[in-house]
């Protein structure tokens, strides 16, 4: 039986040209025995290399692809030899990994959310110290990990990027990642090393102590979070039993504590007045519009503190279209200045787009909201406010005159291009828009923020900056054209 023998390093990318070449040379699946370096024996094997690939392309849905490119890292010594098996079925059964009960896809895809857990728990859960002298050019840090699964060659590159600016080091049974002035290299895995102390560490337990909430203990949830496994490399671990012991006492004192009255602006807020009949004021925009009265034209007028318009110069190449304003815009009157506007401009200049050169609105121009105790919460506008605030990014568009229009979220879509059915689907795309100007789709940054799960948070994110890059290199085809 050939054995395949994979490297500790770039196993990805090994097994895929390993499997590429055994499939090329149709060797069945239970005629390959497969393992990741020397440590990983296998019995009754003989150590022959694959064959050479043929020429010619072998397609796979991108599913599998992706797919692959996770379970490799699972520890599971069965890993590449499932992957195989169903790579060969894929042969002949094109639909298979649209099923959703197939047995080996399942167990793919287990071991798949397995390593998507152990990587995010790599990047929550490593603790460096400093071990370098602190007047050299380059700080130099490290850290002991111990992961569940083969994850540190994935999550390295987060910490590359992260932490640029120093040197550092990684340490696991498996492997050791090491990234000196700015380059990343991987060596063979070693035991516990010795790591001094670090000054660091009980500032950061201090805070730690200080952040710790006692009246939002959920000592399951906080486990499922935090499996006990890795508190053994935690220095904040030392804190939670004693945290834990008090909170019954912390909380009785928090409440004893607590004002008796709603605060002042609770009331405020329920009850604020209806904006006064005036014109609404916005630099460099509506003085321009041709109608200067207070929009009134759907009720969401009634409760919000003023309407939002756009901002940004009336030559912009570029023209961006939110849902609606939130709470901090209706109060501050300006367009994507709340916790969304805030993560988007960093992903604009992640993908190089200069906020001061890009038009911003939204679709609605008033913020549309229910009160929960002294909250005001964010409530989607619906197709008749949509349609009915038109008028008003009708004028946006014949003042700006963008090459590319940007629409971020649903509602975004359906004003511009008729329908926000399936903007998942759609995200990526151009669309046509008002007079045939290009739409670029994509969801709202505030889509981002709302997602629970960190791995998909992280995962979607980067989508997103992926989207925005699109479409900067739509706008300058568009205008070398």
């Known amino acids: 039986m050939p054995h395949v023998t994979l490297p500790k390093v770039g196993t990805a990318e090994a097994w895929r040209e390993a499997a590429r070449a055994c499939l090329s040379a149709r060797i069945p699946p239970e005629a390959i025995a497969w393992s990741r370096g020397p440590g990983e024996a296998v019995l009754w094997a003989e150590d022959e290399p694959p064959p050479a690939p043929k020429v010619g392309a072998i397609r796979v849905p991108e599913s599998f692809v992706h797919l692959a490119s996770q379970v490799v890292w699972h520890k599971d010594p069965e890993r ?18 649209q099923d959703a009960a197939d047995r080996d896809l399942v167990a793919l895809r287990q071991m798949e959310r397995a390593v998507h857990r152990d990587i995010h728990k790599t990047k929550a859960f490593v603790r460096f110290r400093e071990v370098g002298e602190k007047a050299a050019p380059r700080r130099r840090f490290a850290a002991w990990f111990e992961p569940s699964h083969f ?45 001094p102390e670090d000054a660091q560490e009980e500032l950061w337990l201090t805070y730690f102590r200080n952040i710790f909430n006692p009246a939002r ?19 904040e671990t030392a804190a939670i039993p004693d945290l834990l012991a008090n909170a019954e006492t912390r909380v009785r004192e928090m409440a004893e504590a607590a004002p008796t009255r709603a605060p002042f602006y609770a009331k405020a807020i329920a009850s604020r007045p209806p904006p006064p009949r005036a014109p609404i004021a916005s630099p460099g925009l509506i003085s321009a519009l041709k109608e200067e009265d207070t929009c009134t034209r759907c009720p969401l007028f ?27 815009e209706d109060l501050a009157g300006r367009p994507f200045v709340g916790p969304a506007g805030q993560l988007f401009d960093t992903l604009l200049r992640d993908a190089g787009i200069d906020r001061s050169k890009v038009f911003l ?6 913020f549309k909201y229910t ?47 008729g329908t ?9 795309t151009l669309e046509e828009g008002p007079d045939g100007l290009p739409v670029f789709l994509t969801v709202h940054p505030s889509f981002l923020l709302r ?8 995962m979607e994110t980067e989508k997103f900056r992926q989207d925005l890059i699109a479409a900067k290199e739509h706008l300058e085809r568009l205008l070398a054209a």
């Not at 540190?152 to 600016?165: C, S, T, Y």
């Not at 609105?361 to 008033?366: E, M, S, W």
């Not at 926000?420 to 990526?428: A, C, F, P, T």
Request: hydrophobic fraction near 45%.
């Open 80 to 97: 590449f030899a499932r992957l195989y098996a169903v790579l060969w079925r894929l042969r002949t059964e094109r639909e298979l990994m």
């Open 302 to 328: 009634a409760n919000a503190t003023q309407a939002v318009p756009g901002e940004g110069p009336l030559d912009a190449r570029l023209m961006m279209v939110g849902e609606q304003p939130g709470d901090q």
């Open 371 to 417: 009160i929960k105790g002294v909250r005001r919460i964010h409530q989607s506008p619906n197709g008749g406010e949509i349609a009915a605030c038109k008028w008003w990014l009708a004028q946006e568009l014949s003042l700006v005159k963008p090459k590319l229009v940007v629409a971020l979220g649903a509602s975004a879509a359906e004003s511009l291009t």
């Open 151 to 195: 994850t540190l060659e994935p999550a390295a590159p987060f910490f590359a990027r992260r932490f640029a600016d120093m040197d550092w080091l990684i340490a696991t049974p498996d492997l050791v990642a090491r990234f000196t002035d700015g380059t990343l290299t991987f060596e063979e895995g070693v035991e516990k090393p010795y790591l």
């Open 361 to 366: 609105t939204n679709a609605v121009k008033h």
């Open 217 to 235: 203990v959920k000592p399951d949830r906080m486990l499922a979070e935090m499996p006990k496994k890795y508190w053994k490399n935690l220095p």
């Open 451 to 458: 997602l629970p799960d960190p791995v998909a948070k992280e």
């Open 420 to 428: 926000r059915d399936g903007i998942l689907k759609r995200r990526g």
